[in-house]
């Protein structure tokens, strides 16, 4: 199947500094990509939809200055999430959807933010 | 728009059946699909329905219903690795890869 990274995995912040997790699909080219945001023991949140080329389109409520996502390419989408807050601290998951039997999504591992 | 409903919880023993229960009130639809996610991992798919009826794979099977808005997620001899969190996503039509994710289903498997 598809295979998504996400990089890193973990990381640890201090509060005021900015962050950039990358997502990358590793055996496809991904037009579409996804950022969620999860907090403990609940479901997913989608964050935004990043388009390679374009500007992504966020959902209500995300702050488009402070999650920054650049789709460069086809196998690369970044968030960067600047001034970072303890209130930022979450789990980001990424997705890439892919043409297949199903056109589902495949997830990245996710990366675990801890703002300190 | 979608909103999409499962329970939160659900206890089962090992070797049993246990069938998680989804319904979604939308706008349109265009399939329902099944993810499982363990614990600080990313969720996996596990199934599609765009069609009525039930759709087996091994000890998983997903059944649909589109005239009343329901699906659920069938797990059969379940074993400890079953224990996760099973969430339920509907595509609306006309999304291209879009989801809507309901809150999930955490499941707990015990001996």
């Known amino acids: 199947g598809a295979v998504v990274s996400q990089h890193p995995s973990r990381v640890i912040c201090k509060s005021g500094t900015s962050v950039k997790i990358e997502c990358r699909s590793l055996?496809?080219?991904?037009?579409?990509m996804f950022w969620y945001r999860q907090f403990p023991k609940k479901s997913l949140m989608l964050m935004a939809t990043?388009?390679?080329?374009?500007?992504?389109?966020?959902e209500q409520g995300v702050e488009k200055d402070k999650f920054l996502i650049n789709h460069a390419s086809l196998t690369l989408s970044t968030l960067t999430v600047t001034s970072a807050h303890p209130e930022d601290s979450s789990f980001y998951i990424c997705?890439?959807?892919?043409?297949?039997?199903?056109?589902?999504?495949?997830f990245g591992p996710g990366t675990r933010l801890t703002v300190l | 728009g979608q909103n999409i409903d499962q329970p939160t919880e659900m206890t089962a023993t090992e070797g049993a059946i246990v069938q998680i229960n989804c319904t979604y009130q939308?706008?349109?639809?265009?399939?329902l699909f099944w993810y499982q996610q363990h614990a600080g991992e990313a969720p996996t798919f596990l199934s599609y329905?765009?069609?009525?009826g039930l759709e087996e794979k091994g000890r998983f099977s997903s059944f649909l219903s589109r005239s009343k808005g329901y699906s659920y997620l069938l797990l059969k001899e379940l074993q400890m690795k079953d224990s996760a969190s099973y969430l339920c996503?509907?595509?609306?039509?006309?999304?291209?890869?879009?989801?809507?994710f309901g809150k999930g289903t955490s499941l707990l498997v015990t001996p």
């Open positions: 990043s388009n390679e080329g374009s500007k992504a389109t966020y």
């Open positions: 996503a509907v595509r609306p039509p006309n999304s291209g890869y879009a989801l809507n």
């Open positions: 997705s890439a959807g892919t043409s297949g039997t199903y056109n589902e999504q495949f």
């Open positions: 329905n765009v069609l009525d």
């Open positions: 055996d496809f080219q991904a037009t579409t």
């Open positions: 939308t706008s349109g639809f265009n399939g």
